[in-house]
């Protein structure tokens, strides 16, 4: 493929991916992102089934993420007295393997850092295309033209906002909020864990999450849509503690730990539709194409879709315009494993009707069939072996 300069905004999972894969295939790469480092920490992220572990081990970094990966958490939900109501099974919320979302985001720049512009501390503020490129304007670094824009920077996509047209035409709010403070109870070793038990606690639009004292605390609840500054930790804390208030169990215990943790990430859920990935010189790639807030699949979609997007390119020489259009068609096909699920009306339902009926499904036959449909939808692509394509040519 002929050397394409190309420019990627986001260096969490999708970005570092996408960035390993076009400099593999020729592309000269510059990866922008607006913190200062690779994000630390995080909710644990997993991958499952052969699709999943092919990329990486393609990648090269199958053998680390098994070196790094966590127990998986088995969910045991509880009454206000402590009395174990219904299991979610680590099974399913871990998959084949599961990881911090700081550990593997760490793993993967390592894995681009030394082939790859990357530029910290700065984001796109202007996107303009023209015949020969995507001039691109910068809130602090200088101004720079680009042949291709790949938008890997999440559900608030700022590329997707550029290219495309304001957050509100394209992210749909599923009605609730989630929550992750604290250090994750194993983010102090590299080494796998055993199965762990965390537990989690509802009340009608309410669950609170806890692995124990000081351990990593996740919150969801039901909310139309917040105003508030999502770089003010204190707003989020606050936020958070008024929808708490007055519950038992250990709610008033998680809630002072809250008040101490730096750590601490609020927002919306959401779900991503798009007719389409790619606009002229620019595409979406991971949540910021097709994100699904805790909906089960975001990171092996991201990490697939970089693959596939940059495999398709070296396939087409270069011709964005035929790479893209096949991209959408592959994309959209396996996009759908997150479908339409709302992760936060199960975990959290409104009602205690629906509490009680969420915790009989986890117990019966039908959520078994549940997980067995997830794990064969991960495998539902035709995956193509690019680099034996273009070694065969």
């Not at 007055?246 to 798009?274: I, K």
């Amino acid at each position: 493929m002929r050397n394409l300069s190309v420019l990627v905004s986001g260096a969490g999972i999708a970005g570092p991916a996408l960035a390993y894969w076009l400099h593999r295939y020729g592309c000269t790469v510059t990866v922008v992102e607006r913190a200062a480092a690779p994000r630390p920490g995080g909710q644990a992220v997993d991958f499952k089934g052969r699709t999943h572990r092919t990329v990486l081990e393609r990648m090269g970094v199958w053998e680390e993420i098994q070196a790094h990966r966590t127990g998986a958490s088995d969910v045991v939900f509880v009454d206000e007295h402590g009395t174990r109501r219904a299991v979610m099974s680590g099974d399913f919320t871990g998959g084949d393997v599961e990881i911090l979302r700081g550990d593997l985001a760490e793993i993967l720049y390592r894995r681009s850092a030394g082939s790859c512009e990357y530029v910290f501390g700065d984001s796109i503020t202007g996107l303009t295309e023209t015949a020969d490129g995507v001039h691109a304007t910068f809130e602090h670094g200088p101004a720079r033209t680009f042949d291709l824009v790949f938008g890997a920077d999440g559900m608030h996509s700022r590329v997707r906002r550029l290219a495309f047209g304001p957050e509100r035409d394209f992210v749909r709010h599923l009605g609730h909020y989630y929550c992750v403070a604290g250090a994750s109870p194993w983010s102090d070793s590299a080494t796998p864990r055993e199965r762990a038990t965390a537990y989690g606690y509802n009340a009608p639009g309410r669950l609170a999450i806890s692995g124990g004292s000081k351990a990593q605390q996740l919150y969801l609840f039901a909310a139309p849509e917040l105003e508030y500054a999502r770089d003010d930790v204190d707003a989020q804390r606050r936020i958070v503690a008024e929808r708490y208030a007055g519950l038992g169990w250990e709610v008033p215990r998680m809630l002072a730990e809250l008040a101490e943790f730096d750590d601490v990430y609020l927002d919306s859920m959401g779900q991503v539709r798009m007719d389409r990935y790619s606009a002229g010189r620019v595409t979406l790639v991971g949540d910021a194409a097709y994100g699904n807030t805790l909906g089960g699949f975001g990171t092996g979609l991201a990490v697939v879709g970089a693959y596939v997007i940059a495999g398709e390119l070296a396939l087409a020489d270069g011709d964005h315009t035929a790479a893209f259009a096949r991209y959408d068609e592959i994309m959209r096909r396996y996009a759908k494993i997150a479908g339409n699920s709302n992760a936060g009306r199960f975990l959290a339902p409104t009602t205690a009707f629906g509490i009680r009926l969420r915790n009989w499904f986890l117990e019966s036959r039908l959520f078994s069939l549940m997980t067995k449909y997830g794990d064969n939808a991960a495998n539902d692509i035709e995956l193509r072996d690019y680099a034996a394509l273009l070694a065969a040519r």
